[in-house]
């Protein structure tokens, strides 16, 4: 299911054993909640000896995941398409893929996307069904093979899976897609319609035995009917909402981290206001990335208005922190590109840009912030540049140092890195200046790392009789 809304955690205390990874580029994390509930099933269904167990329980638990993985790919695939940059979250209801939008989408985007998920597992069940043929198997029998059985139940799964899902029923694809027919200002029909599905999908699957699938239903027709139950409160004025986010702030600034949470997830609730819920949403972000929580902090955001642009720096901190160092880079990147020249926004590029490797660019950029960087942390970058091999822009950053700190090592450094550049008439511009500052020649003259600088006929001028 794409873009779930679903409320942020805020009082995670235990240890996050989600497992992560990135597919065809994209972030992917599987709960624990996932492996648990598909094992319960996968030993419900199965029977047998132990070893029959097992192999049972190891089939359907590999084809669950790349089931689910492909209906998510599907979301993910289309939303990257019109520019989006999504990550799925593997659950125990199924999987949601989720992402910050660039700008609202239109009603024919969301359609496309949300579709996308069943189509690719019909696309799944098709390749499954078409190998089931090929290999001259049938659906069941008591003589299928194993790769009948892994087939079969593929094709079966991703077409009972897919057809679920089309059931207009809020919070599945269907649902999502008829509230995107309906449009804006017709939220309740929507619920309506979706609450008088899914009570009646419930009977019908109660009546054909499939408890799982009348359970689901059920839950989300209940949920449908308390949303249109729930009264609508009196508006709370822009303005005192505003003051309560100024508060919020300045308990955020006097670390009361949870306070300020608690405030900006009032603010959030108490309005449909696009502008006031985007603040709330950074504020509540930030003191939950503040508090150590970047879970939380990404949840709030996920809730945020998908037509206010979020502050790109708070997303990049996120994403470093929950160690999605990529994405970080990327966000940040688009941020610096459209000209955001924050100090802290570029630190923290520098930061995620090293953490990924990237050690040129890392140090291009420190060049760029230069005037504003301890030249400690400069230095990091620049001897982490030329241990890399990022020899000219880890040259250029070391000579920019040696300008600040006359420090000899700063001057070797940078000779270093233009010599093995194979810039011998950077090299031997440091080398003028770096003596007529005062280094030793002698370091020069003895250092094996630039004996080829050493070999150029105008290096003896450089040095100036030294």
């Known amino acids: 299911m794409p873009n779930d809304r679903r409320a942020p955690s805020h009082a995670r205390t235990g240890v996050d054993i989600a497992m992560r990874f990135r597919l065809f580029g994209f972030p992917v994390q599987i709960e624990a909640s996932f492996w648990v509930i598909a094992i319960l099933f996968g030993l419900n269904a199965a029977g047998g000896s132990m070893a029959a167990i097992l192999t049972a329980m190891g089939i359907w ?10 209906h998510e790919l599907g979301h993910a695939l289309a939303a990257r398409a019109y520019g989006e940059s999504p990550h799925i979250v593997l659950h125990a209801l199924g999987g949601r893929t989720v992402w910050s939008p660039r700008s609202e989408p239109t009603r024919g985007q969301r359609i496309v996307v949300t579709a996308a998920g069943p189509l690719a597992g019909y696309l799944l069940a098709t ?13 069941m029998g008591e003589n299928i093979g194993i790769t009948g059985r892994i087939l079969g139940q593929l094709t079966i799964l991703n077409l009972f899976w897919s057809t679920f899902n089309l059931l207009p029923v809020i919070p599945f694809d269907g649902g999502h897609i008829l509230a995107a027919i309906l449009g804006k200002g017709r939220e309740r029909v929507a619920l309506i319609v979706s609450g008088v599905v899914g009570v009646l999908g419930a009977i019908g699957f109660l009546a054909l035995d499939l408890t799982f699938g009348a359970i689901i239903l059920g839950w989300a027709a209940a949920t449908n009917w308390m949303s249109l139950r729930r009264p609508e409160s009196a508006a709370i004025p822009k303005e005192a909402l ?18 300020a949470h608690a405030i900006a997830r009032a603010v959030f609730e108490a309005t449909q206001d696009f502008d006031v819920r985007r603040r709330a949403a950074e504020i509540g972000a930030w003191s939950a990335l503040l508090g150590g929580d970047p879970s939380a902090a990404q949840q709030v955001l ?12 708070l997303r990049g901190a996120v994403f470093e922190a929950l160690g999605d160092d990529q994405r970080a880079v990327e966000t940040l990147a688009h941020a610096r590109r459209a000209g955001d020249a924050r100090l802290e ?8 840009l090293l953490k990924v490797g990237d050690h040129e660019r890392a140090a291009r950029v420190t060049l760029d912030i230069f005037d504003d960087t301890p030249s400690d942390d400069a230095r990091r970058v620049a001897q982490t540049a030329l241990d890399a091999g990022a020899w000219v822009a880890a040259a250029s950053l070391f000579e920019r140092l040696f300008e600040r700190t006359r420090v000899a090592d700063d001057g070797v450094h940078g000779l270093r890195g233009f010599v093995e550049a194979g810039q011998m008439d950077a090299a031997l511009r440091l080398l003028r200046s770096a003596i007529s500052a005062g280094l030793d020649p002698d370091r020069v003259r003895h250092d094996e790392r630039l004996a080829t ?8 001028e450089a040095l100036g009789g030294a």
């Open 61 to 70: 638990l590999g084809i669950l995941l790349v089931s689910l993985l492909v």
């Open 127 to 139: 390749v499954g069904f078409i190998a089931l043929v090929v290999s001259g198997q049938g659906l």
């Open 242 to 259: 505003l003051h309560m986010l100024d508060e919020a702030r300045e308990a955020m600034d006097q670390r009361k981290l949870a306070e």
């Open 302 to 313: 996920e809730r945020a208005p998908k037509d206010q642009p979020i502050d790109p720096y």
């Open 345 to 352: 926004l570029a630190a923290l590029y520098v930061k995620a």
């Open 453 to 460: 600088l050493r070999q150029d006929n105008r290096f003896e």
